[in-house]
């Protein structure tokens, strides 16, 4: 016989399929008696899930709003141990499972009843973690409500803090969220400067959603984009070079923080790069130690030149 916690599951399951079920038909789908699955509903009610009813014979239960996928079974205990686990792998980025670590985090809330997420907000405020030297602390609540408005397509209104220390209000629509093993940034279409913008999360003050339905004009690819502005927007010289070296070791030798890469047929790298001065980015390139072209711009190719005859004459 089925214990009754795998019942409840069961039950549980089964009001996730479809619409509304008699009790009739729960009973004969789970091999119980129609009164066991009126007691079964009232353990769930009292667990803080939300099974609505209806009275006569074309009536039934089924899940009320914020319940259409099957709950998981957590005491709170339990709930807060995942909790803080999935925190930690989320703001650390460990063996890549950021992003996986906050996508469950996020159904963790969404699906839990509202007596165990309320301990789960509780825990935002006393959870933190030590930011590396550069970085400033980003509030887990905050990325959390990010990821909630890109997956619900809900526009925001962002208290926003630029490089230069200015405070604004922005407007936007949001569309993803990117770790980029250093840092989170969200990719959004700003709705006052109508282009899309990425924004560093621990630079956004707040965030607060608007209720209104996001309209995303021909979304770019979030990875090439948060790629771009920061590899490249931030340098006032940009060179592109051709390396003689399939795409996945391109990306170790030049990492995508550094340089937006495009494949050039199987066996080489289009790779744009931003630095300071042309010099600099002949040393750089020099640095990669791989057959390279430089494509543009000629600064940076004559640059090039001079080290590498510098280096010669330095080894006659």
């Known amino acids: ?110 699906v839990l009843p509202a007596r165990i997420a309320d301990r789960l907000g509780e825990l935002d405020a006393a959870f933190t973690h030590t930011a590396r030297p550069d970085d400033s602390q980003i509030s887990p609540a905050l990325l959390l409500d990010l990821a909630t408005a890109c997956r619900r397509g809900e526009r925001t209104q962002l208290t926003y803090r630029d490089q230069a220390g200015t405070t604004s209000t922005r407007r936007v629509d949001p569309y993803r969220l990117l770790y980029t093993g250093h840092r989170w940034y969200l990719l959004a279409y700003d709705l006052t400067r109508q282009d899309w913008r990425t924004f560093r999360t621990d630079r956004i003050i707040d965030a607060t959603a608007t209720g209104q339905a996001t309209a995303l004009p021909n979304p770019p690819d979030p990875v090439q984009m948060v790629s771009t502005g920061i590899a490249l927007r931030p340098y006032p010289v940009r060179v592109t070079i051709r390396l003689a070296v399939p795409a996945d070791e391109a990306r170790r030798l030049v990492p995508p923080t550094v340089g937006v890469h495009h494949p050039d047929g199987d066996d080489a790298t289009i790779i744009d790069i931003g630095g300071p001065d042309a010099d600099g980015l002949a040393r750089y390139l020099l640095s990669l130690g791989r057959p390279l072209q430089i494509l543009h711009p000629e600064e940076v190719r004559q640059a090039f030149l001079t080290r590498t005859q510098q280096l010669l004459n330095d080894n006659q």
Do not use: F
């Open 1 to 110: 016989m089925v214990n009754t916690s795998a019942r409840l599951l069961q039950l549980l399951s089964l009001l996730s399929t479809r619409q509304s079920w008699t009790c009739a038909v729960l009973a004969a789908q789970l091999g119980i008696t129609e009164r066991t699955v009126r007691r079964d509903i009232a353990r769930l009610r009292e667990l803080g899930y939300g099974i609505e009813s209806e009275m006569g014979p074309w009536g039934g239960y089924h899940l009320g709003p914020g319940t259409s996928i099957p709950p998981l079974i957590l005491d709170e205990e339990e709930a807060l141990a995942v909790a803080v686990g999935l925190r930690t792998a989320a703001l650390s980025g460990v063996s890549g499972s950021d992003q996986a670590a906050l996508s469950a985090l996020l159904k963790l809330r969404q």
